[in-house]
Nanobody
Framework: VQLQAYGGGLVQAGGSLRISCAAS????????MAWYRQAPGQQRESVAT???????EYSGSVKGRFTISGDNAKKTMYLQMNSLKPEDTAVYYC????????????????WGQGTLVTVSS
């Protein structure tokens, strides 16, 4: 399975953007979905995670503004980002095959190549 993230770009603060991640190869859909991001000079951090039973979790900095979703028929996951802030600027990576243990989410082995989101002030 391979993941291809796309849809990043330049957006003004307060704007919205939806990024996508398409899966290819032998897969019937996502078994766990996640988006991570990495800003320049920073470590990669979890942004949004989801399991097949409907559980979703968001980092405190994006909760209420971002929404993770997926379409198994299209083998595509999405991250809808609203009320964007300059501090949301980062390369966003999608991940599949992860799972929750208690309050923690463990990412799966498959990563997309990343798509750059730049938010101007």
């Amino acid at each position: 399975v391979q993941l291809q993230a796309y849809g990043g770009g330049l957006v003004q603060a307060g704007g919205s953007l939806r990024i996508s991640c398409a899966a290819s190869g032998s897969t019937t859909g996502f078994n766990g979905m996640a988006w991570y991001r990495q800003a320049p000079g920073q470590q990669r951090e979890s942004v949004a995670t989801a399991s097949n039973d409907g559980r979703t979790e968001y980092s405190g900095s994006v909760k209420g503004r971002f929404t993770i979703s997926g379409d198994n028929a299209k083998k595509t996951m999405y991250l809808q980002m609203n009320s964007l802030k300059p501090e949301d600027t980062a390369v966003y990576y999608c991940n599949s095959g992860g799972y929750y243990i208690g309050q923690y989410y463990f990412p799966g082995p498959v990563w997309g190549q990343g798509t750059l989101v730049t938010v101007s002030s």
